[in-house]
């Protein structure tokens, strides 16, 4: 059974940084598809980063330059680092395990609240 653990998170000033940290157990981050998730108050749950298992990384137009997934195979933990955060970065942050046996699966963590306020 897959678990994805979040920390990180928390109240940080608008310009400051955080970084999220993602534990899996149950499968090895590095031969799954890992992605950072957010949602904020009222809005959809949207994609932000992600990084499969050739290590190539996406990230949404809002946060390119900004943030940054990376991936510790021996801690078997994903990373996202957040830098220059804005107000509008407000919202939960989910971890997302995404792979392929006979039929795609899918794991979600129980998310950690970031809030960018002065």
């Known amino acids: 059974q897959v678990q994805l653990v979040e920390s990180g998170g928390g109240l940080v000033q608008p310009g400051g940084s955080l970084r999220l940290s993602c534990a899996a157990s149950?499968?090895?981050?590095?031969?799954?598809?890992m992605g950072w998730y957010r949602q904020a108050p009222g809005k959809e749950r949207e994609s932000v980063a992600g990084?499969?298992?050739?290590?190539?990384?996406n990230y949404a137009d809002s946060v390119k330059g900004r943030f940054t997934i990376s991936r510790d195979n021996a801690k078997n933990t994903v990373y996202l680092q957040m830098n220059r955060l804005k107000p509008e970065d407000t919202a939960i942050y989910y971890c997302?395990?995404?792979?392929?046996?006979?039929?795609?699966?899918?794991?979600w963590g129980q998310g950690t609240q970031v809030t960018v306020s002065s």
């Open positions: 149950g499968r090895l981050v590095s031969i799954a598809a």
């Open positions: 990084i499969n298992e050739s290590g190539i990384k």
């Open positions: 997302n395990m995404n792979y392929f046996t006979k039929m795609p699966v899918n794991y």
